[in-house]
């Protein structure tokens, strides 16, 4: 230990700077505060320690700190909400999406040739030399 050393965490002042294990130790680690309690922790809340405090995570990716539902290893569902972090909302992708088929000739069941995952209904299809239908969901 001298004012020359570099400051580790060990539990030792080893630059004599009168602060044991500081933000300043070279192996100090950058965790995030993680209100929802998720593992996931917010971005523009970082703190460089050498022990992780409760409260918070190693991980920054976290898009809704608020909810403890929505993190980057959440599924995602049709519920309005970006649940797995990706910068979507209810994509097709979404675990409950429903499927629709294109109702080509208006007899009111859907083709299964032309299908499409969606968490709402669309309004209509344009399937390949068609021209918009409406879709039922099937």
Do not use: K, W
């Not at 505060?33 to 995570?57: H, I, K, M, N, Q």
């Not at 539902?69 to 675990?95: I, M, S």
């Amino acid at each position: 230990m001298n004012p020359d050393a570099t400051e580790v965490c060990d539990g030792l002042d080893n630059n004599c700077d009168g602060i044991t294990d500081g933000a300043d130790a070279a192996d100090a680690q950058t965790v995030y505060a993680d209100t929802d309690g998720d593992s996931y922790g917010d971005a523009d809340f970082p703190l460089v320690t050498c022990e992780r405090p409760e409260g918070y995570a190693e991980r920054a990716l976290d898009c809704d700190d608020g909810d403890g539902a929505v993190n980057p290893d959440a599924t995602e569902v049709c519920d309005g909400l970006d649940n797995n972090c990706d910068g979507a909302t209810d994509e097709d992708t979404a675990a409950d999406a429903n499927t629709y088929y294109a109702d080509r000739d208006g007899d009111g069941h859907g083709d299964a040739d032309y299908a499409l995952a969606a968490c709402e209904a669309p309004t209509a299809t344009s399937p390949p030399t068609r021209t918009a239908t409406t879709a039922t969901a099937r």
